[in-house]
């Protein structure tokens, strides 16, 4: 059974591009949430989907923008980098309804992708 | 709304006893605990769904106070494997907001 999965593994940028970072969910799981953490700090929550669609933002500007896909996979997309952008991204991943019908909120990640801006 | 984490940081040697404590200022419905070595993802230990309810993982375990609006975890006769941050995280609005986490040294 697959974990969750990210791509790429590590990313280096410049100020002012745009980045791309793509996320796997666990086989069964259909919610996929992104964190930003930074060095010596917490996950930081950005955004969650389920169903194609943003279901809950965390407090981060606009140029952070994602996309869940019908096979449940996500893109997180960071536009105009900035260097305090420079971070682990992780994907995590979760399934609204367990079989017996039960809401769990277990989520599990996946290894992350470190995102430098020079 | 970021639970607050305490201690900041722990060193212990192997064997010995831990506890880490998460509260919230605000209604707790839900705490999540898990554990991330350095360089590695966060990997999940337990949730605790309700007041009172009290959880373990091999030698972990963990404890809700909803009351209290807060949740600890108990690591008993410590294992050079436990080393590494563990972060509570709690449900806010259908999202999980996690503490700073907990540095956690096991010396041999």
């Known amino acids: 059974d697959a974990g969750v999965t990210q791509s790429p593994t590590h990313l280096i940028k410049t100020r002012g591009q745009q980045v791309t970072l793509r996320c796997s969910p666990k086989?069964?799981?259909?919610?996929v949430s992104w964190y930003q953490q930074a060095l010596g700090q917490g996950p930081q929550f950005i955004f969650q989907?389920?169903?194609?669609?943003?279901?809950q933002r965390g407090n981060f500007p606009d140029r952070f923008s994602g996309h869940q896909f019908p096979n449940y996979s996500s893109e997180l997309n960071v536009n105009a980098l900035l260097l305090g952008d420079s971070a682990l991204y992780l994907c995590?991943?979760?399934?609204?309804?367990?079989?017996?019908?039960?809401?769990?909120?277990?989520?599990?990640f996946g290894p992350g992708t470190r995102l430098t801006v020079l | 709304q970021q639970p607050v984490q305490s201690p900041q940081a722990v060193i212990l040697r192997e064997g010995e006893d831990a506890v880490i404590n998460c509260s919230s200022s605000?209604?707790?419905?839900?705490v999540h605990w898990y554990r991330q070595k350095h360089g590695e993802a966060p990997v999940f230990l337990m949730i605790?769904?309700?007041?009172?309810e009290q959880k373990g993982h091999e030698k972990i375990s963990a404890s809700f106070n909803e009351k209290k609006q807060q949740s600890s975890l108990y690591l008993t006769a410590s294992q050079l494997s436990y080393s590494g941050t563990y972060f509570c995280?709690?449900?806010?609005?259908?999202?999980?907001?996690f503490g700073k986490g907990t540095r956690l040294h096991i010396l041999p």
């Open positions: 995590a991943s979760s399934w609204r309804l367990a079989s017996g019908g039960v809401r769990t909120d277990t989520q599990y």
């Open positions: 086989s069964g799981h259909d919610t």
């Open positions: 605000k209604a707790l419905y839900s």
């Open positions: 995280g709690t449900k806010v609005d259908d999202k999980i907001i």
């Open positions: 989907y389920y169903e194609e669609e943003e279901r």
């Open positions: 605790l769904l309700k007041g009172g």
